[in-house]
């Protein structure tokens, strides 16, 4: 439903001037060292309107804050430009904003952001944005459309990051001693307990950052539940397959540890460059190399030929299937080489990364293939 300025009470609209600006035209340096000169700031309005794609109600007095902020440093809070705070009497999305700045507020090397949050008439965060929203300091009127958000579930901290992960949704993370498996979609999150007949089911909570983790607050009046995902290598603690992340489950004072995500997701999307087989080397300048591929192939070049085959991972290690390869001739020492690591190959069981991010893959009797990942750049050029 539209709804016109007439509908709203305007509680704030502040402007933060910051020092030392210029709207002069600024300069940037370039890779070869020279100064380029960039246009100067002109920005005088930026506008748009907030809303959500759910229809759901907002509460009788909700607040609707929008800020410009500048977002240049990652390392740094936000600096605060400006803002308005618009409470709604009755009223929905969407709400329109308009802030006025001033073009000597800006510089032209840096990004500036708008973010939105409504939140209830007692303080509690309902809606927010969660991704950058950058203007372009060069137009006098930056209109930004409208910025859609996403609703708040679960417990965050007023100062807490919100973070888009549905990129690795669906997640699931599985612990032993006792033995657990955590299930996270877009709509719901499940813990089951090995020693606990009842699974937990939540609505799958809004994620914030915390440090270098990713936090999933389900807490509520019935179980206090946080989950704690961080990008870290983990190992099973009894099959010793690695996974990308380590997980930490708080779920009513107890503490459960374990692994997460994807096994597969360290092993596609790169090409590794195979460094040693059975601990005998390989010849020079061979490049003989391994791509696995989300659905299952794996192929890639041996000392001579190309080869092909298919490979599967379980909760217990990596194996392959019969490897077809092409026949050219060549050289009597690269033909041994061939043959030396395609029988290797087709007698994996499992895979590790070392601690220097080497690929590891043994065989049954521990015979092993040692690989490294191109550099992407490297990759792309090929």
Request: charged share 20%.
């Amino acid at each position: 439903m539209h709804i016109t300025p007439a509908h709203l009470l305007l509680i704030g609209v502040t402007s933060v001037f910051a020092a030392g600006c210029s709207n002069l035209a600024s300069q940037a340096t370039t890779d070869d060292g020279d100064n380029q000169e960039l246009p100067a700031p002109a920005t005088e309005q930026v506008i748009g309107s907030i809303s959500y794609r759910e229809r759901i109600a907002l509460p009788d007095g909700s607040v609707a804050h929008i800020k410009l902020s500048d977002v240049s440093r990652a390392d740094a809070p936000a600096t605060l430009l400006a803002e308005q705070n618009t409470t709604l009497f009755g009223k929905q999305v969407p709400v329109p904003f308009s802030l006025k700045v001033e073009p000597a507020m800006f510089d032209a090397r840096m990004r500036y952001s708008v973010s939105a949050q409504i939140r209830s008439a007692e303080g509690q965060l309902l809606w927010t944005t969660d991704s950058a929203n950058l203007i372009d300091v060069t137009q006098p009127v930056v209109d930004l459309g409208t910025l859609m958000m996403i609703k708040i579930n679960g417990a965050v901290a007023d100062d807490a990051e919100i973070v888009d992960v549905d990129a690795f949704l669906p997640f699931t993370a599985n612990g032993n001693e006792p033995g657990w498996t955590l299930k996270v979609d877009s709509e719901r999150m499940s813990l089951s307990r090995q020693n606990d007949p009842i699974t937990i089911l939540t609505p799958t909570p809004t994620t914030t950052r915390e440090d270098d983790s990713y936090r999933f607050n389900a807490s509520t009046e019935a179980n206090s539940v946080i989950v704690d995902v961080t990008p870290e290598l983990c190992r099973d603690s009894m099959t010793g397959m690695p996974y990308p992340y380590e997980v930490s489950v708080k779920v009513n004072g107890e503490t459960l540890k374990g692994c997460g995500g994807a096994p597969d997701s360290l092993l596609t999307g790169r090409e590794w460059i195979v460094e040693d087989v059975d601990s005998k080397g390989v010849i020079d300048n061979t490049q003989m190399s391994l791509n696995f591929t989300l659905d299952g192939l794996l192929g890639g070049r041996a000392a001579c030929n190309h080869y092909t085959t298919s490979y599967q991972l379980t909760g217990e290690g990596l194996s392959t299937q019969a490897i077809a390869s092409t026949q050219k001739a060549c050289a009597p020492a690269l033909m041994n080489q061939d043959e030396h690591f395609l029988e290797v190959l087709g007698d994996i069981q499992r895979f590790e990364l070392d601690e220097t991010g080497a690929l590891l893959l043994y065989t049954t009797d521990n015979r092993s293939i040692k690989a490294r990942a191109l550099p992407s750049t490297e990759q792309e050029a090929e």
